[in-house]
């Protein structure tokens, strides 16, 4: 993990365990002068998070009990008419502040020249990300750190990189998957390219550098990754903005960085079940090997977040119910996906009870739809995916197991009583703990459209207004490159660009 700036209360040495080293004794016998700077408090939520974690309840089970005096999100009163979301804390800075996993002690790498936030000094080019990881201090930390972690792989499948595309992190990543493309060839890389939520039209200079970020970023990451997939709740990559994406079961603020990652965390948790599962024979390179056919080395990703199983209905009743429509939400900035071909895609459905797997129906009663004549979960989701999409390349997964949205996850739940859907604590008045979520991966054409759109606004920009993001590192020819890498990764996805009826 690499990050600039501060980490608030977080320790950069982690907090798994405490390091010998720091705890040893000074054997400096002369005179000894202390400096001691007081720790960033903890956020106070966190605080009556943890104090609160791992309460032993009357049957046995390990919950979490209610936090005291939480300053999150009031409960809906009208389903129909929310009310916007207050932030959690005022105190919230940075995404440690409601860090409850315990990392190891090298586990982080600090990138000490720059910083998180504020008007100056931030990490802000792709150039100047690029440039960190050319210096030896950095380069040999990052080596070092990964060397320690491979070494204790009993086997390593590969690496998941996940960084900001719109900012300069875009190019630490690019320079990451080099290195790891370098010294590892032949493992899988999959890279998460996270974009940022709604922006302002009145920050040109943001706006434009996120633009040439997010450019160079999917180019670079593209060439050492065996797979890119960019992760958004905006509407698009493009310089207009569009309304964040819609959930039909979530109350979210797109504009709270807390809950947008907290949503693309559900997602990203479920798509990547293939590959992480030890009963699954899935390994991230065959994975990647199956969605970038044809060089179409970036995939889009969707999630209905949650289900929306009904109760007293089963599975098939529902996915029937999608009719033909997508029946997840897009949540990679590239546009609505109806309309568009997929060439291959990676679905998992996880989270439903088994008995709703297949058909309630009685014996003597006419079949509405041939996934009520399935026999198993499984095969009603393959067959689902036959019918949708018949000429795809399709991998599917069931998964009993809900994706766990206990505290510190924030209440992005609307009244689900009234919306005919329950979910796991939600039919005995407690806060939801599980939900289910069906998630995919997808090599769609749609990105022909958004990379072709990205390349044709750089067309159009003038360079000489801004060098400030030239002068981090990237040359007139760099762009020039860009632009045809741009063109010919659209290209890949051409064929199907749209549907006909």
Sequence with gaps: MM??????????????????????TIAWQGKLTTHKEELYPKNPYLQDLLSAEGVLSSDGVCRVKSIPNSKGPPPLTNATTPKPFIPMDGSIRVWSDFLKV????????????????GDTGRLEAFGQGESVLKEPKYLEELEDRLHFYVEECD????????????DGFSGVGAKTAELLHDEYSGRGIITWGLL?????????QKNIYRLLNTAF??????????????????????????????????????????HCSAIL?????TVTVPYRLRSSPVSMAHLADMLSISGKKVVTAGAAIPFPLVPGQSLPDTLMQFGGATPWTPLSACGDPSRTRCFAQSVVLRGIDRAHHTSQLTPETPLPSPLHACTTGEEVLAKYLQQQQPRVMSSSHLLLTPCKVAPPYPNLFSNFSQQGVVLDGTHTGAAVEGIPVFGALCSSSSLHQTLGGLAKELTKLDLRRWTSFMDAGVEKDDVEELLQELHSL????????????
């Excluded at 990050?3 to 040893?24: I, V």
């Excluded at 509407?235 to 039909?248: D, I, K, Q, T």
């Excluded at 890949?492 to 660009?497: A, K, L, N, P, S």
Aim: proline residues 7%.
């Design 3 to 24: 990050t600039a700036g501060s980490l608030n209360s977080l320790k950069e040495e982690g907090g798994l365990y405490r390091d010998k080293q720091l705890d040893a």
């Design 102 to 117: 315990h990392l190891h002690p090298r586990s982080i790498c600090m990138i000490q020249k720059y910083n998180h936030d």
């Design 155 to 166: 086997y390593l499948q590969g690496f998941q990189i996940l960084c900001d595309l719109h």
């Design 196 to 204: 940022s939520g709604p922006y302002n039209l009145m920050e040109p």
């Design 217 to 258: 970023g999917l180019v670079h990451l593209t060439a050492y990754s065996s797979l890119v997939c960019p992760l958004s709740l905006g509407g698009s990559m493009s310089l207009r903005p569009e309304a964040p994406v819609n959930f039909p079961y979530l109350h979210y603020d797109a504009t709270l960085p807390f």
């Design 265 to 269: 965390a559900t997602a990203l948790d």
């Design 490 to 501: 659209a290209q890949c996805y051409q064929d199907g660009d749209s549907l006909v009826d």
